[in-house]
Nanobody
Framework: QVQLVDSGGGLVQAGGSLRLSCAAS????????MGWFRQAPGKEREFVVG????????LYADSVKGRFTISKDNAKNTVNLQMNSLKPEDTAVYYC???????????????WGQGTQVTVSS
């Protein structure tokens, strides 16, 4: 089992920035990939970004490419999401995810954080 605690959400004006953090615990040695998803009210959950835990190319959704940056610290078992140039359409609950299985970075994930609310005002 892997436990994920995500944090860092809040209210920000359009054009502003936020930094989300995700702390992993438990069987972290088993993690193969991590990522962030989001879900806006009345919409389906969508993939935001994924990263291989041992290193490699990241994958960003087109909607956030060039504005969001994912980073990881394997020693601290943390993953961060720096979000710049935020738009009202970025408003959603953001979830940190992890999975021990080999697979695509935007595929299904087993482990999920509790979610953190990001609200971008216009």
């Amino acid at each position: 089992q892997v436990q994920l605690v995500d944090s860092g959400g809040g209210l920000v004006q359009a054009g502003g920035s936020l930094r989300l953090s995700c702390a992993a615990s438990g069987r972290t040695f088993s993690i193969y990939r991590m990522g962030w998803f989001r879900q806006a009210p009345g919409k389906e959950r969508e993939f935001v970004v994924g990263i291989p835990w041992s290193g490699g190319r990241t994958l960003y959704a087109d909607s956030v490419k060039g504005r969001f940056t994912i980073s990881k610290d394997n020693a601290k078992n943390t993953v961060n999401l720096q979000m710049n140039s935020l738009k009202p359409e970025d408003t959603a609950v953001y979830y940190c995810t992890a999975d021990p299985r080999y697979g695509g970075l935007s595929d299904e994930y087993i482990y999920w954080g509790q979610g953190t609310q990001v609200t971008v005002s216009s």
